[in-house]
């Protein structure tokens, strides 16, 4: 069975620093993985995805992922964090149910803490 | 402005006492889903659409009920409420079911049974 993990249930970064959201994936087949985040009282938020090609992924506000097939591993990436970014992030991957449709698999969530 | 609305954003209600959660989205999009989140489980599908009058289980579909009668609707019917379905519940949609799409969600729907 397809699956994801995100082995941090909190990432803690100054403001300005570089951060990371990790995220390793384990599937049969080529993997379709995702990026959501969720701020406080709203549903999650597309950020980027990896279907195929390059494996450094631009996404929206500013967040990258690198798809790594030898590490099943897809981070999210931000050279420059914000207070702003503080919220909780989902990664997920394709799963593949009949009839040639597919559904998400989401990790735990790990909430991300940007402090001044 | 594309969206997915969910009704009602909070409900708290009794044990027994039957309620629907309505779902609905503005963007023509075949597929739409339920999701549950719980702390520490991320998020647990509970029924899914591929289209109208198309509808399946997910992985945590007891005591849940759905239809799919329009394609712009996706209610989700709790017929006897239990308190182990108070939870976050999400709807959510994506113009195919085919997975290289991102799906929209709606706001949330804080559901407190008692």
């Known amino acids: 069975a397809q699956s994801v993990a995100q082995p941090e249930d909190q990432v803690n970064v100054a403001e300005g620093n570089p951060l990371t959201v990790k995220c390793t994936y384990s599937v049969s087949g080529n993997p379709y993985l995702f990026w959501y985040v969720q701020y406080p009282n709203r549903g999650l938020q597309f950020l980027l995805k990896y279907i195929t090609g390059d494996n450094l992924v631009k996404g929206s506000y500013g967040f990258e992922a690198e798809f790594n097939k030898s590490q099943t591993s897809f981070h999210l990436k931000k050279p420059s964090a914000l207070v702003s970014d503080s919220a909780l992030y989902f990664c997920?991957?394709?799963?593949?149910?009949?009839?040639?449709?597919?559904?998400?698999?989401f990790g735990a969530g790990t909430r991300l803490a940007v402090h001044p | 402005e594309a969206q997915v609305t969910q009704n009602p954003r909070y409900l708290i209600t009794v044990t027994g006492k039957k309620l629907t959660v309505t779902c609905s989205q503005n963007m023509n999009h075949e597929y739409m889903s339920w999701y549950r989140q719980d702390p520490g489980l991320g998020l647990r599908q509970i029924y899914y659409s591929m289209n109208v009058e198309v509808t399946d289980k997910g992985d945590v579909p007891e005591g849940y009920k759905v239809s799919r009668k329009e394609k712009r609707n996706f209610p989700l019917i709790l017929e006897s409420p239990s308190p182990n379905q108070t939870s976050l519940y999400f709807c959510?949609?994506?113009?195919?079911?085919?997975?290289?799409?991102?799906?929209?969600f709606g706001p949330g729907t804080r559901l407190t049974v008692l």
């Open positions: 997920a991957v394709r799963d593949r149910i009949s009839g040639g449709y597919n559904k998400l698999i």
């Open positions: 959510a949609s994506s113009s195919t079911g085919r997975g290289y799409n991102e799906q929209f």
